[in-house]
């Protein structure tokens, strides 16, 4: 007689999920955004900058609550979107007040929406995309790069400098203790004394004059953009490679190509010079960033495209661009035509999601 095996005990049921942690981290970056666009009284922005902080944490609390209940379909889809929308609604204000150079956000949005295009383009090909050690590293600098610069912002030019340091040695501190206890160091916490500690050293060697006068954060942006672009090229070779082995570029890999620039270099780097656009440039490129996500899960899961054009909001997006850089457009009708780009992509988005939410809203992986 043969021994029954076990019954497998269910899983405790939780009072909050990782997605719902998601979720909320998601819904609660409109406050800073709003606070870096219109930058209330002191008190307020500290607040902000508080919850912004808080809000930046909380990716490691989903991630921790994630591996240990088991990942889900649709916690594959908010985890890396909610991470662009935060870079996105944090860094697209401070462009539109001239505090981060418009090439510098349009070269790292570019990037973005170029390589979720990519894994979209391999996974129909059934081709893996893998995420690298550089590709982690690259969102470790992007949120560790904005925390430092938001530094050059709300302190003093004269305390920065030893603020930098502080915030430096702090980090080294729990890196060498966390080394001592596990054995190991996690990317972003062994990285990120070395990132505040390079910002310091500028800042120190030549101290901000003024608001207009900020080597520290002109440096971060560098950084940042060299890391993700550097951590792009893995995803370019790699996707070069499966294009040539499986028939070459296709109409729709061209349309994603075009779609990320129209978004990245054409739309973002105006908010230098057209404050007025940011509030729709920062709800069209959500949505965008978005829509990527989902499309990236259905080519994963059903290889085919998603159901959510990228034509119309591209054609639209260099509409306002080109339209912008050249003045082809009266002040009134630009902003008409922006605040149209952001409606049309929610509406995108949302018809995206409805046609496809049965791959989305999937049980567990």
Same mark, same amino acid.
């Not at 003024?210 to 060299?226: E, Q, R």
């Given at each position: 007689?043969?021994?029954? #095996?076990?019954?497998?005990?269910?899983?405790?049921?939780?009072?909050?999920?990782?997605?719902?942690?998601?979720?909320?981290?998601?819904?609660?970056?409109?406050?800073?955004?709003?606070?870096?666009?219109?930058?209330?009284?002191?008190?307020?922005?500290?607040?902000?900058?508080?919850?912004?902080?808080?809000v930046g944490a909380t990716d490691f609390v989903d991630g921790w609550m994630a591996r240990r209940d088991g990942p889900t379909t649709?916690?594959?889809?908010?985890?890396?979107?909610?991470?662009?929308?935060?870079?996105?609604?944090?860094?697209?204000?401070?462009?539109?007040?001239?505090?981060?150079?418009?090439?510098?956000?349009? #070269?790292?949005?570019?990037?973005?929406?170029?390589?979720?295009?990519?894994?979209?383009?391999?996974?129909?090909?059934?081709?893996?995309?893998?995420?690298?050690?550089?590709?982690?590293?690259?969102?470790?600098?992007?949120?560790?790069?904005? #925390?430092?610069?938001?530094?050059?912002?709300?302190?003093?030019?004269?305390?920065?400098?030893?603020?930098?340091?502080?915030?430096?040695?702090?980090?080294?501190?729990?890196?060498?203790?966390?080394?001592?206890?596990?054995?190991?160091?996690?990317?972003?916490?062994?990285?990120?004394?070395?990132?505040?500690?390079?910002?310091?050293?500028?800042?120190?060697?030549?101290?901000?004059?003024?608001?207009?006068?900020?080597?520290?954060?002109?440096?971060?942006?560098?950084?940042?953009?060299?890391?993700?672009?550097v951590s792009g090229f893995d995803y370019l070779t790699g996707s070069w490679r499966a294009f040539r082995a499986t028939g070459g570029?296709?109409?729709?890999?061209?349309?994603?190509?075009?779609?990320?620039?129209?978004?990245?270099?054409?739309?973002?780097?105006?908010?230098?010079?057209?404050?007025?656009?940011?509030?729709?440039?920062?709800?069209?490129?959500?949505?965008?960033?978005?829509?990527?996500?989902i499309e990236n899960l259905v080519s994963a899961e059903l290889k085919r495209w998603g159901r959510g054009s990228v034509v119309p909001?591209?054609?639209? #997006?260099?509409?306002?661009?080109?339209?912008?850089?050249?003045?082809?457009?009266?002040?009134?009708?630009?902003?008409?035509?922006?605040?149209?780009?952001?409606?049309?992509?929610?509406?995108?988005?949302?018809?995206?999601?409805?046609?496809?939410?049965?791959?989305?809203?999937?049980?567990?992986?």
């Amino acid at each position: 007689m043969t021994e029954s #095996a076990a019954p497998v005990a269910p899983k405790p049921r939780r009072w909050i999920t990782a997605n719902q942690v998601t979720i909320i981290r998601i819904l609660a970056l409109p406050f800073p955004c709003w606070a870096l666009l219109t930058r209330p009284p002191d008190i307020i922005m500290w607040t902000a900058f508080v919850f912004g902080a808080v809000v930046g944490a909380t990716d490691f609390v989903d991630g921790w609550m994630a591996r240990r209940d088991g990942p889900t379909t649709l916690g594959g889809l908010l985890d890396p979107v909610a991470d662009k929308l935060f870079i996105a609604m944090l860094l697209l204000p401070l462009v539109a007040h001239n505090e981060c150079p418009g090439w510098a956000a349009g #070269a790292l949005f570019t990037r973005e929406l170029l390589i979720t295009s990519l894994r979209s383009s391999m996974a129909i090909r059934e081709q893996k995309l893998k995420t690298s050690s550089l590709g982690k590293l690259k969102t470790v600098v992007q949120m560790g790069g904005l #925390a430092a610069f938001f530094l050059t912002i709300f302190v003093p030019a004269a305390a920065m400098p030893w603020s930098l340091f502080g915030c430096a040695t702090a980090f080294l501190l729990l890196a060498v203790w966390w080394f001592a206890r596990r054995k190991t160091l996690p990317l972003w916490l062994g990285f990120t004394p070395v990132l505040l500690y390079t910002i310091f050293a500028v800042a120190w060697l030549r101290p901000s004059t003024g608001p207009g006068d900020n080597d520290a954060g002109t440096t971060v942006f560098i950084v940042m953009v060299f890391f993700t672009w550097v951590s792009g090229f893995d995803y370019l070779t790699g996707s070069w490679r499966a294009f040539r082995a499986t028939g070459g570029v296709t109409l729709p890999d061209v349309a994603r190509v075009i779609w990320s620039c129209a978004h990245g270099l054409a739309l973002v780097p105006l908010l230098n010079t057209h404050r007025s656009l940011a509030v729709p440039v920062i709800i069209a490129l959500s949505a965008e960033l978005s829509l990527g996500g989902i499309e990236n899960l259905v080519s994963a899961e059903l290889k085919r495209w998603g159901r959510g054009s990228v034509v119309p909001t591209m054609a639209a #997006a260099l509409v306002v661009g080109i339209g912008a850089w050249f003045d082809l457009l009266p002040s009134n009708i630009l902003d008409l035509a922006a605040w149209g780009l952001a409606i049309f992509s929610v509406v995108n988005l949302v018809v995206a999601f409805v046609l496809d939410r049965r791959v989305i809203l999937d049980q567990p992986v």
